[in-house]
Antibody, heavy 124, light 106 residues
Framework: QVTLRESGPALVKPTQTLTLTCTFSGFSLSTSGMCVSWIRQPPGKALEWLALIDWDDDKYYSTSLKTRLTISKDTSKNQVVLTMTNMDPVDTATYYC????????????????WGQGTLVTVSS | SYELTQPPSVSVSPGQTASITCSGDKLGDKYACWYQQKPGQSPVLVIYQDSKRPSGIPERFSGSNSGNTATLTISGTQAMDEADYYCQAWDSRHVVFGGGTKLTVL
């Protein structure tokens, strides 16, 4: 049974750095083709992809947010961590982590399991 | 950067067929997938690799992808299908989501 759970602060102040942890079970991030990604959704708005890390520690980032994001993994703990610097009120959103198993090529990949999401509010 | 365009809203009567489109440059050369999201819930994968249906997704959900447009089709739409739907594809080293379509069943 695959599960993912996001954790982190519910409230951060502007200019602070956000650190979110995705703790997962039911699969291993050392398995070929396996990935974990972060996606966010501002209230009432669309999904926005942020970053992805794969089994081989290859990292992919949103072009628009690349300078603010860092994604990393701890395979032994079954965790993926996302840091986002210089938080702003427009970053208020529900942040999801999701699993992708892309098989042979990332372009074949899709998110088959999602966490429940964690709401992060940016306010002073 | 690559963009996927969806209509903001689609309406359908119960029992009828709903079609939701997703447009992008040469999207047919990529794989498209679709997610359903109901209020207060996480997205759920309903179609992957253009037309494949995950286990547990009803047969009334189908997909196609050709040229610049991917289409999610819901046959015999039910009230429970009312939700937001998002398309997604890869472009180079980036995951891209469409802006979402609100499906209303009325």
């Amino acid at each position: 049974q695959v599960t993912l759970r996001e954790s982190g602060p519910a409230l951060v102040k502007p200019t602070q750095t956000l650190t979110l942890t995705c703790t997962f079970s039911g699969f291993s991030l050392s398995t070929s083709g396996m990935c974990v990604s972060w996606i966010r959704q501002p209230p009432g708005k669309a999904l926005e992809w942020l970053a992805l890390i794969d089994w081989d520690d290859d990292k992919y980032y949103s072009t628009s947010l690349k300078t603010r994001l860092t994604i990393s993994k701890d395979t032994s703990k079954n965790q993926v961590v996302l840091t986002m610097t210089n938080m702003d009120p427009v970053d208020t959103a529900t942040y999801y982590c999701a699993r992708m198993d892309y098989g042979d090529y990332p372009q074949e990949g899709y998110f088959d399991y999602w966490g429940q999401g964690t709401l992060v509010t940016v306010s002073s | 950067s690559y963009e996927l365009t969806q209509p903001p809203s689609v309406s359908v009567s119960p029992g009828q067929t709903a079609s939701i489109t997703c447009s992008g440059d040469k999207l047919g050369d990529k794989y498209a997938c679709w997610y359903q999201q109901k209020p207060g819930q996480s997205p759920v994968l309903v179609i992957y690799q253009d037309s494949k249906r995950p286990s547990g997704i009803p047969e009334r959900f189908s997909g196609s992808n050709s040229g610049n447009t991917a289409t999610l089709t819901i046959s015999g739409t039910q009230a429970m299908d009312e939700a937001d739907y998002y398309c997604q594809a890869w472009d180079s080293r980036h995951v891209v989501f469409g802006g979402g379509t609100k499906l209303t069943v009325l």
